[in-house]
């Protein structure tokens, strides 16, 4: 709760890296949704950021199993991932 309090305490600053924290602590304990939510906040303020289209590909490869309908959404963000990744 401190985190996102936080970023609404501090709505003109991107706080991208703790948006992708918040999404992580999502992804690893709680819920994937919730993790979709704070990756998309992340590339809604830069949408290069490679590890954040790698998670959401992640979210949407384990939606696909039981919704075919995502795996183009994983495909999409699994490829942007691999594309913003330095080399």
């Known amino acids: ?3 996102v309090d936080d970023i609404e305490q501090r709505p003109d600053e ?13 992804f690893l304990h709680d819920s994937k949704r919730r993790a979709e939510y704070w990756y998309k906040s992340v590339l809604n303020h830069d949408p290069r950021h490679a590890a954040a289209h790698a998670r959401l590909a992640e979210c949407y490869e384990l939606r696909a199993k039981d919704d075919p309908a995502v795996a ?8 942007e991932a691999k594309r913003f990744t330095p080399t």
């Open 72 to 79: 183009a959404a994983a495909a999409h963000h699994r490829a």
């Open 14 to 26: 991107p706080m991208i890296d703790t948006r992708f924290h918040i999404g992580e602590l999502f």
């Open 1 to 3: 709760d401190r985190l």
